[in-house]
């Protein structure tokens, strides 16, 4: 399972909302096109909820991107700082999902509350278990690792090509495990 092509469809908008797998760079240019004016910054911490076909209804939130950061990637959030980094073992804080190849420098929607194939890579991961920190960025595994749990986050599907359906509810990683 690659990172899918969602139909991810906003159901309460704000005016000018960029789409849900779309990334923009400060100052508002990106792809695809948005309409003019936008300010990719002053959308940060923003919520909406959206909806898709295959994976229900989900809440996002709009974060600024950290480097390497790929479609899938989960990620550990500060909205007070304005940033994002990769998540990896050890780390604690707030953890959504990259919607898109959202990189330094540009914005995006992560998902924060549904359900959204992540990035496992080659781990093999069963259905139903806790999801926790690898020492690999931007990678997950269900191998239990003391600390490196991360609240809020379950498996629905074994591994398929380095993508793991897992639902999520406003996820942390708070050094249970």
Same mark, same amino acid.
């Given at each position: 399972?690659?990172?899918?092509?969602?139909?991810?469809? +906003?159901? @309460?908008?704000?005016?000018?909302? *960029?789409?849900?797998?779309?990334? !923009?760079?400060?100052?508002?240019? $990106?792809?695809?096109?948005?309409?003019?004016?936008? =300010?990719?910054?002053?959308?940060?911490?923003?919520?909406?909820?959206?909806?898709?076909?295959?994976? $229900?209804? #989900?809440?996002? %939130?709009?974060?600024?991107? #950290?480097?390497?950061?790929?479609?899938?990637? *989960?990620? +550990?959030?500060?909205?007070?700082?304005?940033?994002?980094?990769?998540?990896?073992?050890?780390?604690?804080?707030?953890?959504? %999902?990259?919607?898109? #190849?959202?990189?330094? $420098? =540009?914005?995006?929607?992560? !998902? +924060?509350?549904?359900?959204? *194939?992540?990035?496992?890579?080659?781990?093999?991961?069963?259905?139903?278990?806790?999801?926790?920190?690898?020492?690999?960025?931007?990678? !997950? @595994?269900?191998?239990?690792?003391?600390? @490196?749990? +991360?609240?809020?986050?379950?498996?629905?599907? #074994?591994?398929?090509?380095?993508?793991? !359906?897992? =639902?999520?509810?406003?996820?942390?990683?708070?050094?249970? $495990?």
């Amino acid at each position: 399972m690659a990172f899918p092509a969602t139909a991810y469809i +906003i159901t @309460d908008p704000i005016v000018g909302t *960029p789409p849900i797998t779309s990334t !923009l760079v400060a100052g508002g240019s $990106g792809t695809p096109a948005v309409p003019c004016g936008i =300010q990719a910054e002053n959308y940060v911490g923003k919520r909406v909820r959206a909806w898709d076909p295959t994976y $229900g209804e #989900a809440e996002f %939130i709009y974060l600024k991107g #950290a480097a390497s950061t790929a479609a899938g990637t *989960p990620v +550990i959030y500060d909205e007070n700082a304005n940033t994002t980094t990769l998540g990896v073992a050890g780390s604690r804080g707030p953890v959504a %999902i990259a919607m898109a #190849a959202n990189i330094a $420098g =540009q914005y995006g929607w992560y !998902l +924060i509350a549904g359900s959204i *194939p992540v990035n496992t890579g080659a781990n093999t991961v069963a259905s139903g278990a806790p999801m926790y920190w690898t020492s690999t960025a931007g990678s !997950l @595994d269900d191998a239990v690792v003391s600390g @490196d749990k +991360i609240d809020g986050m379950v498996s629905k599907a #074994a591994n398929s090509g380095g993508f793991t !359906l897992v =639902q999520v509810d406003r996820p942390v990683a708070n050094g249970n $495990g």
